[in-house]
């Protein structure tokens, strides 16, 4: 073998011109020389390299999406009529819920999701979202349950502010602290995430670090570190929120003996009727429920009862909502505002972005009420409702929707069913209600709800998956 390779083929390499050494080789003519050459190289293994340059190996240990639920995907989300982005994000919340992971030969067919959602899709996704990126400049990627104190800085901004806002109310001290040691090498996006995920939990041992950020880099962290600040129990510097707050509501006394307040509200002359609620929820949400009510002497259930007018409602309603306190949630929309959801219609869902999604469903329970709905009530609030509520409503409240007024008209009038309604209602459909909702949507023009049906159809397949 040494002689084929050794004297052999460099002359056939070379061209042979003055024959082969078939004697050195120990064969006896050409051809048999040529057959033997060319086992040799067949099974001749090549030289290893001195160095490799390869990367790091994705470990992804979550189960792939069966066939018969990966099959509703691609259709879902390729198709000439593809889902909508509102479908397209319950698809992928419910896949990090189930703790599922896209097929490795789909994520180039579902390049567009996997870019918007590479950090909660996992390590496979996020890598490959990333295959164009400089080495020095991508993110690593950590589930949330693997995470702990020693590598939590080293996860995408997203998981990194769910770790520490867990942490916070466990343990509101270390949360803190590790913030701390961290917040030098964080980007101011994710300086913003990690100072919201300390809302939770404030006391008056923040109080030197959000005061050390009053220099800081970026503006949107120092305005935060400002709102923060104010609300830390005891505060008694000066507070523009409040006093912003306080210089539009007008206090009235009555009564000898047991003296009643009145609140009313006083408008800026400069707020139109479609900016009012954008003006109260920029006005009255950094303040606090608590602190409003001790400025006012009163406690919050008295302050409420003490509003005249639906506007000041509202803006308690607003600030209820911003600090969890769903008790006083409820008292205003049972006794109080009739139609609690109508200020919410001119708002963005971001209102609930740290609401879990048990909490999202009590909330939304209590504020869209469909059996209060009336024939004026607009049918886009089937819409806005699934915005907010983000994740599938209780079975109560969906029964609710599935008989009120707005989503009854569809059937009995043949109308046309618009696309956002049947993907909203799909969102909310909880899962025992499926069957329903599917064959309510069958009787609709497939181009109207045929992605809502596949959408439920998914949903069914994912949530058999075992995992």
Not at 22 to 43: E, H, N, T
Not at 381 to 401: H, K, N, P, Y
Not at 410 to 420: A, P
Request: with cysteine; charged share 25%; glycine share 4%.
């Amino acid at each position: 073998m040494s002689s084929l390779t050794n004297v052999i083929v460099p002359r056939l390499l070379s061209g042979a011109k003055d024959g082969l050494p078939l004697d050195a080789a120990g064969v006896g003519d050409a051809l048999q020389a040529l057959a033997l050459v060319g086992q040799a190289m067949r099974f001749e293994r090549p030289l290893s390299p001195e160095q490799f340059d390869a990367g790091n190996a994705v470990v992804d240990h979550a189960t792939i999406v069966p066939d018969a639920a990966r099959k509703l995907l691609l259709r879902l989300l390729t198709a000439k009529n593809q889902a909508s982005s509102r479908l397209t994000a319950a698809i992928v919340r419910k896949l990090t819920e189930r703790r599922l992971r896209l097929h490795p030969f789909d994520l180039p067919k579902l390049e567009t999701m996997v870019r918007a959602y590479a950090e909660h899709l996992g390590a496979e996704a996020l890598a490959f979202s990333q295959r164009e990126v400089p080495v020095t400049q991508q993110q690593n990627y950590f589930s949330p349950d693997s995470l702990n104190d020693n590598n939590w800085m080293y996860a995408t901004p997203a998981v990194k502010a769910g770790y520490i806002q867990e942490r916070r109310k466990s343990d509101p001290e270390a949360a803190r602290g590790l913030v701390t040691t961290a917040w030098q090498a964080e980007s101011a996006e994710s300086r913003v995430r990690l100072l919201e995920a300390l809302r939770e939990n404030l006391s008056e041992a923040d109080a030197p670090f959000l005061k050390g950020l009053d220099k800081d880099r970026a503006p949107r962290v120092r305005d935060l570190a400002a709102r923060l600040l104010v609300r830390l129990p005891g505060f008694e510097g000066d507070d523009p929120p409040l006093r912003a707050a306080l210089e539009r509501i007008k206090v009235t006394t009555s009564g000898i003996l047991f003296k009643k307040k009145s609140l009313t509200l006083e408008l800026p002359a400069t707020v139109r009727e479609n900016t009012v609620m954008a003006w109260l929820n920029e006005t009255f949400v950094p303040v606090g429920l608590d602190k409003l009510a001790n400025a006012l002497s009163l406690s919050v259930e008295a302050m409420v009862a003490a509003a005249k007018q639906d506007e000041l409602l509202v803006a308690f309603l607003l600030m209820a909502t911003q600090d969890k306190r769903l008790d006083i949630v409820k008292l205003i929309s049972d006794g109080h505002l009739h139609a609690s959801w109508e200020p919410f219609m001119r708002l963005e869902a971001d209102l609930l972005a740290k609401y879990p999604p048990e909490m999202r469903q009590v909330w939304a329970a209590y504020i869209f009420r469909p059996d209060r709905w009336t024939n004026d009530t607009a049918r886009w609030i089937i819409g806005q409702m699934a915005r907010f509520l983000g994740v599938e409503a209780t079975q109560a409240l969906f029964s609710d929707l599935l008989r009120s007024k707005q989503w009854q008209s569809f059937g009995n009038e043949k109308t046309y069913l618009d696309t956002d309604i049947a993907d909203s209602m799909a969102i909310m459909c909880p899962a025992p209600m499926r069957s329903l909702l599917r064959t309510q949507l069958a009787a609709f023009d497939p181009a109207q709800c045929g992605n809502a049906i596949l959408f439920l159809d998914l949903m069914d397949k994912l949530e058999t998956t075992d995992v």
